[in-house]
């Protein structure tokens, strides 16, 4: 991972490649100081090259109305600040060229034929002929202003569904003129762009072009057909390949954290046997462990134990989230740190979830990143005593940064775990990555030197009597029980027949689910649990093989998008989703995981009941009401009435909710409550007691259990160390 390698007369000086993110700040120009200090951290953090967000060639292509096109001199003029900062810090700087097609989410879409995707509102319509070669000379131009800007090479990006993909694939192509109509034409579009690239730069001048090894997406390529594209791209003049992974609407996730570590290795392996230009390891690479497998052969493409004697799966690997995590990786790894490096958890919550919803991307466990120039840990003038009351993310975070700047910290946390919620959320199937967020936040504070005391229940009152200047109380929550008659009785173990639990009673293991399981509420926790019940893996991750099983996915080179048949294991229990709003389930999920959770709990064949009053629960089971009147048929009026403001028909609807009701029991043994949470604090902790409230700083799900998030509580964290 850390020998250099030479392509297009460049020397990467190791093995690893900043993947592209778009993390906001590419689209106004005076965002570019920031965006040089992003890269700036990152290049001084070891890697070899750093992949910029994608900029279009011409102004259809942006990916949100407001983006920039790199097509003129003032943003090549803007952009050598970025270019100099990461050439500073050591690394090659690439530009990313990418035209969005029918992923514009805007009214200008464009695309190789007229359709819209099932992903954006607008509808795109076709390129004429004209257009199509103007963007192919666009692209030349955008190569050549990326030159002058002081980049080392453009990555031209031919994945994840955007506009080459749509030109690609007889699923976005219908044409019948030179670009489409076979196969051979609909790869013309790519081809050519290569070519007026190559004519538009000099030959040191390294041209990436990320090719989509997998499409993952009815009527996308073969395996036979990429490769074709991959020897057709090389001899145009293509000087390197990153993979990407599968199109942005395809229904197999890609990235998200339940996707196996290096799932997708092999489709690179295989584009490797085939051209003779070096290939570049793309998703689900978070630890320098996998990337080393993956460099020298030894990882188990089937999953668990490394293998011997196997061929590279490429020449270099490319990370991306978990550049966000931690800008050191690298160092890290060099120095012999592995342990130390902050690690991504491929949450998406901080980063792809901002994207795609127009806000800045950050990362959780990280929440400088893309603030580099705001949020910052400078070394404190004054060095304090803080303690920290209790060792969830909030109260470890914290303590990190506080130490960061030069205080003195100290951990007291009431159980004998560090944790909090993450050692709940680690139990989860396909959540197993917590683990390692864990493990490496107590190996950089025991670097620190911070010490943590379990089993040490404070006040703050007793911090500050002990000498502490400053207390920071981050001790958590506790889960919300909500009240209806038999539920103290189930839960308490006295109803017969049917017990009733937290959600942190189940995930700790202090009860046993049994086969038919009722689970109130349906947030985020609701779903984790839900996936808990059905498929409980006693904390090992699912092989790639087991994986690739379920999500329908074939090493098959003939498969049309490498899809088959999805397999899910059979669910280990019966479960029944229940809760008290009448709107679809899983709606305030994550923005690009939420999708995930709710078909791996369709897959499971979960049943969900939504408009629920909870009536009582005994022998017989969980007694409750519905809507007499159809749901679906309800759902549609509402929203209907809702659009309309028409106050009068919702009255009339609500109105019918309430009164109009059928009673059902659901005969269940188990009820398990993921119905929130209730901040802890302990006691005089709210800062009312005389003097202390300067002192004293609540921070976390302590703070406000609402809504609880372990990105809000982390980033109330480091916000805070930042200013004591
Ligand atoms: P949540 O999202 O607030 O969901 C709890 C649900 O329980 C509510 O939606 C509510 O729905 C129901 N409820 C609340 N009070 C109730 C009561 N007294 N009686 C009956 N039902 C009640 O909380 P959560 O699921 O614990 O998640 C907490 C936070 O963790 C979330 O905000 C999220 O940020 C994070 N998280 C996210 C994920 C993810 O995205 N995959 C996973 C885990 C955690 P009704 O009122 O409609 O019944
Ligand atoms: Fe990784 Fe989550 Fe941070 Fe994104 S927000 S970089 S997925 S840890």
């Known amino acids: 991972m850390l020998s250099p390698f030479e392509v297009g007369g460049k020397t990467f000086r190791n093995r690893v490649i900043m993947g592209s993110m778009h993390t906001g700040l590419e689209d106004k120009l005076e965002d570019a100081p920031k965006l040089a200090e992003f890269f700036r951290e990152r290049a001084e953090g070891g890697v070899a090259a750093i992949v910029t967000g994608g900029y279009p060639p011409v102004l259809e292509g942006n990916l949100t109305p407001f983006g920039q096109p790199f097509n003129s001199q003032e943003i090549a003029d803007a952009h050598r600040q970025v270019t100099e900062a990461t050439h500073a810090g050591g690394a090659l700087a690439i530009l990313q060229l990418l035209h969005a097609g029918r992923y514009g989410y805007h009214p200008m879409a464009v695309s190789a034929s007229a359709s819209q995707s099932p992903i954006t509102p607008f509808p795109a319509r076709e390129l004429s002929d004209e257009e199509v070669r103007a963007t192919i000379k666009a692209y030349g131009e955008a190569a050549k202003y990326a030159k002058d800007a002081g980049y080392d090479g453009v990555q031209i990006m031919g994945s994840e569904g955007y506009l080459i993909n749509q030109f690609l694939a007889e699923r976005t192509n219908q044409r019948t003129d030179d670009w489409g109509g076979s196969a051979e034409k609909r790869m013309r579009f790519p081809i050519e762009i290569v070519k007026a690239v190559r004519a538009a730069v000099p030959e040191d001048f390294v041209i990436d072009y990320r090719i989509s090894v997998l499409d993952l997406v009815e009527g996308g390529q073969t395996q036979e057909e990429i490769h074709e594209l991959a020897r057709q791209l090389q001899d145009a003049g293509v000087d390197m390949f990153s993979s990407g992974i599968g199109w942005h609407e395809a229904q197999v996730p890609t990235i998200v954290t339940s996707v196996p570590r290096g799932a997708f290795a092999w489709a690179t392996a295989e584009l490797r046997e085939v051209v003779d230009v070096p290939v570049v390891i793309a998703n689900r690479i978070n630890t320098p462990q996998v990337a080393e497998q993956l460099l020298d052969g030894s990882f188990n493409p089937e999953g668990g134990e490394a293998r011997t004697g196997g061929e590279p799966f490429g020449e270099f690997v490319s990370l991306a989230r978990p550049m966000l995590a931690d800008a050191e990786f690298v160092n890290r790894a060099a120095a012999g740190e592995a342990e130390l490096i902050n690690h991504c958890i491929a949450c998406n919550q901080a980063c792809l979830d901002h994207t795609f919803t127009n806000e800045r991307a950050t990362c959780l466990v990280n929440p400088r990143a893309g603030y580099e120039t705001e949020l910052k840990l400078l070394p404190t003038r004054t060095t304090k005593r803080v303690g920290i009351i209790g060792a969830g993310v909030a109260g470890l975070f914290g303590a990190e940064a506080l130490a960061e700047r030069g205080h003195h910290v100290e951990i007291f946390e009431a159980s004998d775990k560090v944790g909090g919620q993450f050692q709940l959320a680690m139990r989860i199937p396909g959540k197993e990555e917590f683990v390692e967020a864990l493990k490496n936040v107590q190996a950089r504070l025991a670097k620190r030197e911070v010490p943590i005391h379990l089993g040490s229940p404070r006040t703050p009152e007793e911090l500050l009597e002990a000498g502490f200047d400053e207390v920071v109380v981050a001790s958590g929550v506790t889960p919300r029980i909500p009240e209806f008659p038999g539920l103290a009785e189930a839960l308490r173990g006295e109803v017969d027949g049917v017990s009733a639990m937290t959600y942190a009673e189940l995930l700790s293991r202090e009860k046993e689910a049994g086969k038919n399981v009722a689970v109130i509420g349906a947030g985020g926790i609701g779903y984790d649990v839900t996936e808990f019940l059905v498929e409980d893996r006693g904390g090992q991750p699912q092989s790639i093989r087991e994986w690739n099983e379920q999500w329908g996915v074939t090493t098959d080179p003939e498969a049309r998008a490498n899809l088959t048949r999805p397999n899910p ?156």
Do not use: F, N
């Open 569 to 724: 294991p059979q669910p280990l229990r019966k479960v029944t989703m229940l809760q008290r709003k009448i709107t679809r389930m899983g709606r305030g999920l994550g923005k690009t995981t939420g999708w995930v959770h709710r078909a791996a709990v369709a897959m499971a064949g979960v049943e969900q009941i939504v408009g629920v009053t909870y009536e009582k629960l005994d022998s017989e089971g969980l007694h409750i009401t519905v809507p007499a009147q159809d749901i679906k048929e309800l759902q549609k009026a509402l929203s209907k009435a809702k659009k309309a403001k028409d106050t009068e028909e919702l009255a009339r609807l609500e109105t019918a909710i309430r009164e109009e009701r059928k009673e059902l029991v659901i005969p269940v043994d188990t009820v398990v409550l993921c119905t929130g949470q209730e901040s802890v604090r302990p006691d005089q902790a709210d800062g009312t007691s005389e003097g202390v409230e300067q002192k004293v700083h609540i921070v976390g799900g302590a703070d406000v259990a609402a809504e609880l998030d372990a990105k809000r509580a982390i980033r109330q964290a480091v916000e805070l160390a930042a200013r004591l």
